[in-house]
């Protein structure tokens, strides 16, 4: 009955009359927040979920977004969709999911790059990096590597630096976009090095190793798992890694600071995020089916051969990691004076 019909039917009678405005208080309360309206519809996932990825697709971001998305598929019997929304170095396909509805169906694949570097280098974003996400987990840190063209004569980064200074300004290297970690790694590279390399920005990094493959660039220091395949392929030569250690997918390969930039370090993260607002059980559970998901045998050995370790952490871990990124890429952009609109 309506809550009108019920009030005709026992207005003279005081318990019917609280039983009456209790229920249309707890009606009021139960549609208005979210996890009470997740119970109207069934256990959390009961629909498909989406994760964004800000990136073009074959790309480090993608590739992980799709691992992770496929076994939460198998596990809760729901399908996970991967959207690529590329453009304007992950700004715009973060501005998507940071105004979706928060109610877990909706996530976000970030990265160092869209949440450590982009909150200092553009001056007018649209959305906030801490206020606008709610963080699940860290789901894998990935070094970044230096590969070059096959027909560059050189196999080593001293070469390499011998070679770029010895022709100024005549080559160029490709970046996945202006600020991406590759852009900020290779400034990095030759801030320390002092040498003068033209810089190419793509709309991805599929872009950058297509081109990297024909010759149009020579270069790059990037994400290692689209470019980890094609090394072993004999496709492009691997010169060195960015971090401060070697990688165990290319334990051969030097980092940069052993083939003589001392000090060299630059790495890449990737992880899950909601928009805020999205009810705490529900990242919760997010959380441990990704910390779930990273420890599977199969999953890590994917995830190992294309150069990327698994992490999992806990949303509160997570947070506190990516407000230490957003610091320390602060510095290096106000030391290298870079800043976009």
């Known amino acids: 009955l309506s809550i009108r019909r019920q009030r005709q039917m026992c207005i ?53 977004a799709r691992a992770v998305g496929q076994k939460m598929s198998e596990a809760w019997g729901q399908p996970v969709i991967v959207e ?6 992950g700004n715009i396909g973060t501005e998507v999911a940071a105004r979706a509805t928060p109610d877990g169906y909706t996530l976000l694949m970030v990265t160092a790059g869209s949440h450590g570097v982009n909150p200092s280098l553009y001056r007018k974003l649209t959305w906030d990096a ?22 560059v004569p050189v196999k080593t980064v001293k070469e390499l630096v011998a070679y770029l200074k010895a022709s100024p300004g005549k080559f160029s290297y490709g970046s996945p976009g202006l600020g991406s970690t590759a852009h900020m790694s290779m400034e990095l590279f030759k801030s320390m090095t002092g040498t003068d390399i033209v810089h190419i920005p793509y709309k991805g990094s599929a872009g950058v190793l297509q081109d990297l493959i024909a010759g149009q660039i020579i270069v790059t220091i990037d994400n290692m798992p689209p470019y980890l395949p094609q090394v072993k392929a004999g496709r492009i030569r691997a010169l060195a890694v960015s971090p401060a250690k070697r990688s165990p997918a290319l334990p051969d390969v030097p980092t940069i600071a052993e083939a003589g930039v001392a000090g060299y370090d630059a790495a890449a993260w990737f992880g899950l995020v909601a928009p805020a607002g999205t009810p705490k059980a529900i990242v919760d559970k997010l959380a441990a089916e990704t910390q779930k998901i990273l420890k599977q045998p199969d999953v890590a050995e994917r995830l190992a051969g294309l150069g990327a370790e698994p992490v999992g952490s806990s949303p509160a871990e997570f947070g506190a990691f990516m407000k230490l990124e957003i610091g320390k890429w602060a510095k290096v952009i106000k030391d290298a004076r870079v800043e976009l609109q």
């Open 12 to 64: 003279r009678d005081s318990h019917c009359i609280s039983s009456v405005i209790g229920s249309a208080i707890a009606g009021l309360v139960f549609s208005a927040n979210p996890a009470f309206a997740q119970g109207t519809r069934g256990a959390y996932p009961d629909k498909p979920i989406r994760i964004i990825v800000a990136y073009t697709p074959a790309g480090a971001t993608d590739i992980l």
């Open 130 to 151: 801490v206020k606008d996400f709610t963080p699940i987990s860290l789901v894998a840190m990935v070094p970044n590597i230096m590969v070059v063209n096959t027909n």
């Open 84 to 89: 690529n929304r590329p453009g304007a170095n």
